[in-house]
């Protein structure tokens, strides 16, 4: 690479001096080439990037790409739904709560309610009459010394962690 370089330097060099000598404000110019070509040598003798050192000028796309990725991402590659810590659907209501705007989004949703794991509850047309209040039932009969009253839906001492050493 450092051959192509010099060789393309060197070139271009004697490329806008044949043009200066018809045209004299070609000389400006070098304004612009003189460091690109200065930051190319640079890049040559250097010995911590390796990139930079075969690629040299064009090699800092490299790290100017690598710098603007997440915004990249975040703006043309992520639906609306993905994206990692939020999402960009969480990151407008942020945004939008921090404006004091109305955050609400009335006639549907971007979240695709068709797929496996998605919970969502949706309005009924005709509502059911509310169920009974007391959802417990009572343990023992009428022959039973001590009959207690039991709630239907029952979680295990196993789930509060009462066999664990905590």
Known sequence: MYKYFLISVLIVIVLV??????QPQA?????ILGPLI??????????NHTILRNFPVIGHFRYLFESIRP???QYFVESDI???PFNRINRSIIYQRAKDVLDKEPFGT???YYETGY???LHSASPVHELNDDMRITIGGPDCKKPYSASILNISALSFGSLSGK
């Open 17 to 22: 001096l044949l043009w200066a000598s018809f």
């Open 27 to 31: 000389l400006w110019v070098f304004i």
């Open 38 to 47: 200065l930051l190319g040598l640079y890049d040559l003798l250097q010995k």
């Open 71 to 73: 915004e990249i991402n």
């Open 82 to 84: 993905e994206g990692r």
């Open 110 to 112: 971007r979240m695709d």
């Open 119 to 121: 919970e969502w509850l």
